[in-house]
């Protein structure tokens, strides 16, 4: 099993390096060893192996990377901003083999189609990204079966809970209000209502990241003896020999610094938050950010690091008189006995506490009575697209988009910041519920798009950057514009379009 948090010596060189092991990486190193066993790669993830961690594998008891000292969680926090209440902003983001999707909530949705028909790059229209879609899942709800996809690595399903009379009185609620019920609202075009939720849980119950699922089984089989992962280990920045990527820089787990040479392709794959202080650290970017934080400009990319997007969080908490068997209560306030609920597979863990997703976007009408400013959002950016909600919500049982820059210092270590968006102008209107309210939904997304350069891109359709050769960028920090989902299944299907990518440039057969 060649999983290290110290890569031997002997590994000084490999074909395809890939730079952070998180949920699009762990899909392109496994379809990548799938195309070609001899192939030899290496992934170094920042974050600690997952495998078999009962905290990553049972759903429920996703509450615990949330704790203080978590090892699983690294948070990204900005300056105390007046347009927040004075608060700091906080992003979290997933640290270890595979990435968002080993701490994720695990709530299962798909883009919109005018989500990604909005991309307008050769080859990642909704169409061309459906079969991508259907490869990654093992689908276990209604729908069309031309729509999803039954013999992938990722199962979907309800899991081994539900509770049923908070979710009956859900979808009651919302019929009285004319948000009818749907059965897949993962057809990429229904909206307007709310569906009984699936998510990415096992019929047994078990979390389905993609180390589990994509990468755990062949550095366990013994197939795919060229396949290195190495954990604990930070990657610094991208060495280069003239315009082509020859490899990169990473720290180790004891604070050494240690380059690995790539033969033939470095992907970076850290993510919207993690990608680009990588490249700005290895010279690419916006000159102006790099003079200020005393680096050697490379290349200019602008791009790098602008434009982050992310879905905005506003949480309304409720009274209910459900039992104790029916929320996540008892694990959130400490009186359920985990090890016991483990040892004797109680069905609750393999819950989420989520039990009816909805997309919901105001007919005309409604949209008119929300005033001007709104409205000149919503003629432009909603209106002409039927299929594109304007809330993604969820009903929770147990708990109480505008652009921005990253900059970045030289270190490793420097912290990034993050703008508030809209809530930098307080405008004409009373906002101060939201300001102190407001969070991230951890969907970071759109630092590194994937564009014309022109446009600020900093990749082309084939994920090439721009301006050097040998290099690529596989994750959610491409996306062009966001989506009217979870972000989750985006990240999946950029892996596997990625890896499709990649095994045809690298000359192999999928």
């Known amino acids: 099993m060649p999983l290290y948090t110290h890569l031997p010596t002997s590994i000084d060189a490999v074909d395809v390096i890939i730079a952070g092991g998180g949920t699009s990486g762990c899909v392109v190193a496994s379809r990548l060893a799938e195309a070609d066993p001899n192939l030899s790669i290496l992934v170094v993830e920042s974050g600690p192996d997952n495998h078999g961690n009962p905290m990553i594998?049972?759903?429920?008891?996703?509450?615990?990377?949330?704790a203080p000292g978590s090892n699983t969680m690294k948070l990204f926090k900005g300056p105390k901003s007046e347009a927040l209440a004075n608060r700091e902003p906080i992003v979290p983001v997933g640290r270890g083999l595979g990435g968002g999707s080993s701490v994720n909530l695990l709530m299962y949705s798909r883009a919109q189609r005018s989500d990604l028909d909005a991309w307008k790059m050769p080859g990642w229209s909704a169409n061309e990204l459906l079969p991508y879609m259907r490869k990654l899942e093992t689908f276990h709800g209604h729908g069309a079966k031309a729509l999803h996809g039954y013999n992938g690595p990722i199962h979907v399903s309800s899991g081994t809970h539900r509770s049923l009379r908070a979710e009956?009185?859900?979808?009651?609620?919302?019929?009285?209000?004319?948000?009818?019920?749907?059965?897949?609202?993962?057809d990429l075009d229904s909206v307007g209502g709310v569906q009984r939720a699936l998510r990415y849980v096992s019929p047994d119950g078990k979390r389905q990241d993609t180390a589990q699922q994509y990468l755990h089984?062949?550095?366990?089989?013994?197939?795919?003896?060229?396949?290195?992962?190495?954990?604990?280990?930070?990657?610094?920045?991208?060495?280069?020999?003239?315009?082509r990527a020859s490899g990169i820089t990473y720290q180790e787990a004891n604070g050494s610094s240690r380059t690995v040479k790539a033969k033939?392709?470095?992907?970076?794959?850290?993510?919207?938050?993690?990608?680009?202080?990588?490249?700005?650290?290895?010279?690419?970017?916006?000159?102006?950010?790099l003079e200020r934080a005393g680096i050697?400009?490379?290349?200019?990319?602008?791009?790098?690091?602008?434009?982050?997007?992310?879905h905005q969080l506003i949480s309304a908490s409720y009274r209910s008189n459900l039992t104790r068997d029916e929320t996540l209560d008892g694990i959130v306030n400490g009186n359920f006995d985990i090890p016991a609920m483990i040892q004797n597979n109680d069905k609750l863990l393999g819950w989420n506490a989520m039990d009816v997703t909805c997309k919901f976007r105001p007919n005309d009408d409604e949209a008119a009575t929300l005033g001007d400013d709104f409205l000149q959002v919503w003629n432009r950016d909603y209106k002409p697209h039927p299929d594109k909600p304007l809330s993604i919500s969820?009903?929770?049982?147990?708990?109480?988009g505008n652009p921005v820059g990253i900059p970045v210092g030289p270190r490793l270590r420097d912290a990034l910041d993050f703008d508030p968006g809209i809530y930098g102008d307080a405008g004409d209107f009373d906002i101060k519920w939201l300001r102190e309210n407001v969070a991230t939904t951890w969907h970071s997304?759109?630092?590194?798009?994937?564009?014309?350069?022109?446009?600020?891109?900093?990749?082309?359709e084939t994920l090439s950057v721009y301006g050097v050769t040998g290099l690529k960028i596989a994750d959610l920090s491409i996306p062009p514009s966001n989506v009217g989902a979870h972000t989750n299944n985006t990240a999946l299907t950029i892996g596997e379009k990625a890896a499709s990518i990649f095994i045809r440039e690298l000359g192999l057969a999928e």
């Open 394 to 400: 969820a009903l929770i049982a147990g708990f109480p």
């Open 296 to 310: 050697k400009s490379f290349l200019e990319l602008p791009g790098v690091g602008d434009g982050y997007q992310d």
């Open 264 to 289: 033939r392709m470095v992907i970076i794959s850290c993510g919207a938050c993690g990608t680009p202080p990588v490249l700005e650290r290895s010279g690419i970017g916006n000159p102006k950010i």
């Open 57 to 66: 594998l049972h759903p429920a008891l996703f509450i615990t990377h949330w």
């Open 168 to 186: 009956n009185a859900f979808i009651e609620a919302a019929a009285q209000v004319g948000w009818k019920e749907f059965e897949d609202l993962g």
């Open 217 to 243: 089984p062949k550095l366990q089989d013994g197939g795919y003896p060229n396949l290195y992962v190495v954990v604990d280990s930070e990657v610094d920045r991208v060495v280069f020999e003239g315009q």
């Open 445 to 460: 997304l759109g630092t590194c798009k994937m564009a014309p350069r022109e446009k600020n891109g900093v990749v082309d």
